[in-house]
Protein backbone atom coordinates (compact mmCIF):
# COMPACT_ATOMS: atom_id res chain seq x y z
CA UNK A 1 0.00 0.00 0.00
CA UNK A 2 2.80 2.18 0.79
CA UNK A 3 4.56 1.30 -2.24
CA UNK A 4 2.11 2.12 -4.30
CA UNK A 5 1.45 5.42 -2.75
CA UNK A 6 5.28 6.08 -2.98
CA UNK A 7 5.69 5.22 -7.04
CA UNK A 8 2.10 7.32 -7.60
CA UNK A 9 4.02 9.92 -5.63
CA UNK A 10 7.02 10.36 -7.61
CA UNK A 11 5.29 10.33 -11.23
CA UNK A 12 2.83 13.22 -9.47
CA UNK A 13 6.00 14.94 -8.77
CA UNK A 14 7.86 14.63 -11.83
CA UNK A 15 4.93 16.15 -14.70
CA UNK A 16 4.26 18.59 -11.88
CA UNK A 17 7.45 19.95 -12.31
CA UNK A 18 7.21 19.68 -16.22
CA UNK A 19 4.29 21.92 -15.39
CA UNK A 20 5.80 24.26 -13.48
CA UNK A 21 8.60 24.72 -16.06
CA UNK A 22 6.20 25.23 -19.02
CA UNK A 23 4.53 27.94 -17.25
CA UNK A 24 7.94 29.65 -17.10
CA UNK A 25 8.08 32.86 -18.74
CA UNK A 26 11.26 32.59 -19.17
CA UNK A 27 10.89 29.62 -21.69
CA UNK A 28 11.70 29.89 -25.31
CA UNK A 29 8.71 29.63 -27.64
CA UNK A 30 9.86 26.89 -29.40
CA UNK A 31 10.25 25.07 -26.01
CA UNK A 32 7.45 26.03 -25.44
CA UNK A 33 5.89 23.80 -28.64
CA UNK A 34 7.66 21.05 -27.19
CA UNK A 35 6.86 21.92 -23.27
CA UNK A 36 2.96 22.29 -24.44
CA UNK A 37 3.40 18.30 -25.72
CA UNK A 38 4.97 17.35 -22.98
CA UNK A 39 2.94 19.13 -20.36
CA UNK A 40 0.28 17.63 -22.06
CA UNK A 41 1.23 14.32 -22.08
CA UNK A 42 2.44 14.64 -18.56
CA UNK A 43 -0.56 16.27 -16.84
CA UNK A 44 -2.02 12.96 -19.07
CA UNK A 45 0.09 10.55 -16.91
CA UNK A 46 -0.51 12.65 -13.98
CA UNK A 47 -4.39 12.43 -15.03
CA UNK A 48 -3.80 8.72 -15.36
CA UNK A 49 -1.42 8.37 -12.67
CA UNK A 50 -4.24 9.68 -10.43
CA UNK A 51 -6.92 7.81 -11.57
CA UNK A 52 -5.20 4.66 -11.47
CA UNK A 53 -4.98 5.96 -7.80
CA UNK A 54 -8.38 6.37 -7.13
CA UNK A 55 -8.93 3.61 -8.97
CA UNK A 56 -6.77 1.22 -6.18
CA UNK A 57 -7.54 3.12 -3.20
CA UNK A 58 -11.46 2.37 -4.35
CA UNK A 59 -10.17 -1.45 -4.62
CA UNK A 60 -8.82 -1.36 -1.09
CA UNK A 61 -12.08 0.46 0.11
CA UNK A 62 -14.37 -2.26 -1.27
CA UNK A 63 -12.24 -5.23 -0.14
CA UNK A 64 -12.14 -3.62 3.32
CA UNK A 65 -16.00 -2.89 3.31
CA UNK A 66 -16.33 -6.46 1.82
CA UNK A 67 -14.07 -8.03 4.87
CA UNK A 68 -16.73 -6.15 7.28
CA UNK A 69 -19.74 -7.80 5.61
CA UNK A 70 -18.04 -11.18 5.84
CA UNK A 71 -17.68 -10.57 9.67
CA UNK A 72 -20.87 -9.09 9.81
CA UNK A 73 -22.12 -11.88 8.25
CA UNK A 74 -20.45 -14.39 10.48
CA UNK A 75 -21.36 -12.39 13.65
CA UNK A 76 -25.25 -12.44 12.33
CA UNK A 77 -24.48 -16.17 11.81
CA UNK A 78 -23.21 -17.07 15.27
CA UNK A 79 -25.99 -14.85 17.08
CA UNK A 80 -28.93 -16.76 14.99
CA UNK A 81 -27.39 -19.77 16.64
CA UNK A 82 -26.75 -18.00 19.87
CA UNK A 83 -30.73 -17.13 19.74
CA UNK A 84 -31.52 -20.91 19.11
CA UNK A 85 -29.94 -22.36 21.40
CA UNK A 86 -31.32 -20.05 24.09
CA UNK A 87 -34.77 -20.66 22.52
CA UNK A 88 -34.02 -24.55 22.48
CA UNK A 89 -32.84 -24.22 26.05
CA UNK A 90 -35.92 -22.71 27.36
CA UNK A 91 -37.95 -24.74 25.47
CA UNK A 92 -37.84 -27.94 27.56
CA UNK A 93 -38.15 -25.65 30.79
CA UNK A 94 -41.59 -24.27 29.42
CA UNK A 95 -42.86 -27.66 28.35
CA UNK A 96 -42.58 -28.88 31.97
CA UNK A 97 -44.13 -25.94 33.29
CA UNK A 98 -46.96 -25.70 31.03
CA UNK A 99 -47.25 -29.66 32.30
CA UNK A 100 -47.51 -28.87 35.74
CA UNK A 101 -49.72 -26.12 35.31
CA UNK A 102 -52.06 -28.29 33.23
CA UNK A 103 -51.89 -30.84 35.79
CA UNK A 104 -52.26 -28.20 38.84
CA UNK A 105 -55.60 -26.83 36.82
CA UNK A 106 -56.61 -30.97 36.97
CA UNK A 107 -56.01 -31.49 40.54
CA UNK A 108 -57.85 -27.81 41.45
CA UNK A 109 -60.86 -29.05 39.60
CA UNK A 110 -60.97 -32.34 41.00
CA UNK A 111 -60.60 -30.61 44.30
CA UNK A 112 -63.82 -28.35 43.70
CA UNK A 113 -66.37 -30.79 44.38
CA UNK A 114 -63.94 -32.67 47.12
CA UNK A 115 -64.33 -29.66 49.10
CA UNK A 116 -67.90 -28.90 48.66
CA UNK A 117 -68.59 -32.80 50.19
CA UNK A 118 -66.37 -32.13 52.26
CA UNK A 119 -67.17 -28.96 53.36
CA UNK A 120 -71.22 -30.58 52.85
CA UNK A 121 -69.88 -33.67 55.28
CA UNK A 122 -68.33 -31.38 58.10
CA UNK A 123 -71.74 -29.60 58.40
CA UNK A 124 -73.60 -33.19 58.64
CA UNK A 125 -70.48 -34.33 60.62
CA UNK A 126 -71.63 -31.52 63.43
CA UNK A 127 -75.28 -32.18 62.88
CA UNK A 128 -75.30 -36.04 63.74
CA UNK A 129 -72.33 -35.34 66.60
CA UNK A 130 -74.46 -32.32 67.94
CA UNK A 131 -77.53 -34.81 67.72
CA UNK A 132 -75.23 -37.41 69.33
CA UNK A 133 -74.66 -35.42 72.42
CA UNK A 134 -77.94 -34.56 72.95
CA UNK A 135 -78.81 -38.20 73.31
CA UNK A 136 -76.08 -38.95 75.19
CA UNK A 137 -77.05 -36.15 77.53
CA UNK A 138 -80.27 -38.11 77.79
CA UNK A 139 -79.37 -41.34 77.98
CA UNK A 140 -76.88 -39.79 81.19
CA UNK A 141 -80.14 -38.40 82.60
CA UNK A 142 -81.85 -41.24 82.29
CA UNK A 143 -79.33 -43.43 83.46
CA UNK A 144 -79.29 -41.27 86.73
CA UNK A 145 -83.04 -41.14 86.97
CA UNK A 146 -83.11 -45.14 86.88
CA UNK A 147 -80.21 -45.28 89.38
CA UNK A 148 -82.38 -42.73 91.51
CA UNK A 149 -85.64 -44.66 91.16
CA UNK A 150 -83.54 -48.01 91.22
CA UNK A 151 -82.25 -47.13 94.66
CA UNK A 152 -85.63 -45.58 95.96
CA UNK A 153 -87.33 -48.62 94.96
CA UNK A 154 -84.59 -50.77 96.76
CA UNK A 155 -84.97 -48.68 99.37
CA UNK A 156 -88.67 -48.46 99.64
CA UNK A 157 -88.45 -52.83 99.32
CA UNK A 158 -85.84 -52.88 102.39
CA UNK A 159 -87.78 -51.05 104.31
CA UNK A 160 -90.68 -52.75 103.39
CA UNK A 161 -88.74 -56.23 103.76
CA UNK A 162 -88.05 -54.69 107.32
CA UNK A 163 -91.47 -53.91 108.42
CA UNK A 164 -92.88 -57.23 107.03
CA UNK A 165 -89.52 -58.93 109.03
CA UNK A 166 -90.47 -57.12 112.30
CA UNK A 167 -94.10 -58.53 111.75
CA UNK A 168 -92.89 -61.68 111.18
CA UNK A 169 -90.79 -61.35 114.26
CA UNK A 170 -93.90 -60.05 116.85
CA UNK A 171 -95.70 -63.08 115.64
CA UNK A 172 -93.36 -65.53 117.44
Known sequence: MQGGAGAGGVVEQQPMQMVLRVKHPSSSMGDE???????SRSALSVFKAKEEQIERRKMEVREKVFAHLGRVEEESKRLAFIRQELEGMADPTRKEVESIRKRIDTVNRQLKPLGKSCVKKEKEYKEVLEAYNEKSKEKA????????????????????????????????
Open 33 to 39: EEAGEGS
Open 141 to 172: LLVNRLIELVSESERMRMKKLEELNKTVDSLY
